[in-house]
């Protein structure tokens, strides 16, 4: 029997990232999966964005262009437009780790409600630095991320009926909480056991990393408890101790 193949919504949103953007667009427009909705929201973008992005216009479902409110108005933009299955938040910069991605993932298992797996860290010259500090769990739902966020944002695909929209107090760290959210929801998970996504390094969360950690503490006292998330946050710190002293100062 064969199934029908779902229809993936990919949200890319860029604000004057013509650097980065090309990147992105491509990785979309080289997919062999057949049923994908693809939307772009940019920012209002005067630095050429937008020249390149019309060069993919083929490609692309939706294109959006105005001002916004922050990173998370312009995804919660994206997610009131997508029509599909399941929607990736695949922002400018980042890119779907081969051709053959979408196919792996949805080949993965029959009706997830979260697909998921493991990115590849990329640095301004497309150079792969190497793994995520966090190894995706072997299992997923909405505790797994009491010990650090072990799912990147770019990796995890969500059934768009389960998808609300992103919490716009926090302005570096809504993705944790959109996450959390979605997984309290999902009765199947599927790890696609497979590199899914290149992260750019060095985005909003890192600039302003402090703010960032203070947003992360605030999320997980949230959903674990005030005492449990203190705990955590220790056995967090020790183990990153460990990891700086076996592999010297790395990334998320």
Same mark, same amino acid.
């Given at each position: 029997?064969?199934?029908?193949?779902?229809?993936?919504?990919?949200?890319?949103? %860029? !604000?004057?990232?013509?650097?980065? +953007? $090309? !990147?992105?667009?491509?990785?979309?427009?080289?997919?062999?999966?057949?049923?994908?909705?693809?939307? %772009?929201?940019?920012?209002?973008?005067?630095?050429?964005?937008?020249?390149?992005?019309?060069?993919?216009?083929?490609?692309?479902?939706? *294109? @959006?262009?105005?001002?916004?409110?922050?990173? #998370?108005?312009?995804?919660?933009?994206?997610?009131?437009?997508?029509?599909?299955? #399941?929607?990736?938040? *695949?922002?400018?910069?980042?890119?779907? /780790?081969?051709?053959?991605?979408?196919?792996? @993932?949805?080949?993965?298992?029959?009706?997830?409600?979260?697909?998921?797996?493991?990115?590849?860290?990329?640095?301004?010259? $497309?150079?792969?630095?190497?793994?995520?500090?966090?190894?995706?769990?072997?299992?997923?739902?909405?505790?797994?991320?009491?010990?650090? =966020?072990?799912?990147?944002?770019?990796?995890? #695909?969500?059934?768009?009926? +389960?998808?609300?929209?992103?919490? =716009?107090? #926090?302005?570096?760290?809504?993705?944790?909480?959109? %996450?959390?959210?979605?997984?309290?929801?999902?009765? &199947?998970?599927?790890? @696609? &056991?497979?590199?899914?996504?290149? /992260?750019? %390094?060095?985005? =909003?969360?890192?600039?302003?990393?402090?703010?960032?950690?203070?947003?992360? /503490?605030?999320?997980?006292?949230?959903? !674990?408890?005030?005492?449990?998330?203190?705990?955590?946050?220790? +056995?967090?710190?020790?183990?990153?101790?460990?990891? $700086? *002293?076996?592999?010297?100062?790395?990334?998320?």
């Amino acid at each position: 029997m064969t199934f029908a193949k779902p229809k993936i919504s990919i949200i890319t949103i %860029v !604000y004057n990232n013509v650097r980065d +953007i $090309r !990147y992105t667009l491509e990785s979309v427009a080289q997919q062999t999966y057949p049923n994908i909705e693809y939307l %772009v929201i940019d920012g209002n973008s005067n630095d050429g964005t937008l020249d390149v992005i019309q060069e993919y216009k083929d490609h692309i479902t939706v *294109l @959006v262009s105005e001002k916004d409110k922050g990173i #998370y108005d312009a995804m919660n933009k994206g997610l009131r437009l997508a029509t599909g299955d #399941y929607v990736l938040f *695949l922002n400018s910069g980042d890119e779907l /780790y081969a051709p053959d991605t979408l196919e792996k @993932v949805f080949n993965s298992g029959e009706d997830a409600d979260i697909y998921y797996g493991e990115t590849k860290l990329v640095n301004e010259d $497309r150079e792969i630095l190497g793994d995520r500090r966090h190894k995706c769990p072997d299992t997923f739902d909405w505790k797994s991320f009491k010990y650090g =966020m072990n799912v990147c944002h770019q990796a995890i #695909y969500v059934k768009r009926e +389960i998808a609300e929209p992103y919490d =716009m107090q #926090y302005k570096l760290s809504s993705d944790i909480d959109w %996450v959390i959210r979605a997984a309290k929801k999902a009765k &199947k998970t599927v790890n @696609v &056991k497979d590199y899914v996504a290149k /992260y750019l %390094v060095g985005g =909003m969360s890192q600039q302003r990393h402090k703010q960032s950690l203070k947003e992360r /503490y605030e999320i997980f006292k949230k959903y !674990y408890g005030t005492i449990p998330n203190l705990i955590n946050h220790g +056995i967090i710190a020790l183990r990153l101790l460990k990891h $700086r *002293l076996t592999h010297g100062k790395t990334r998320d």
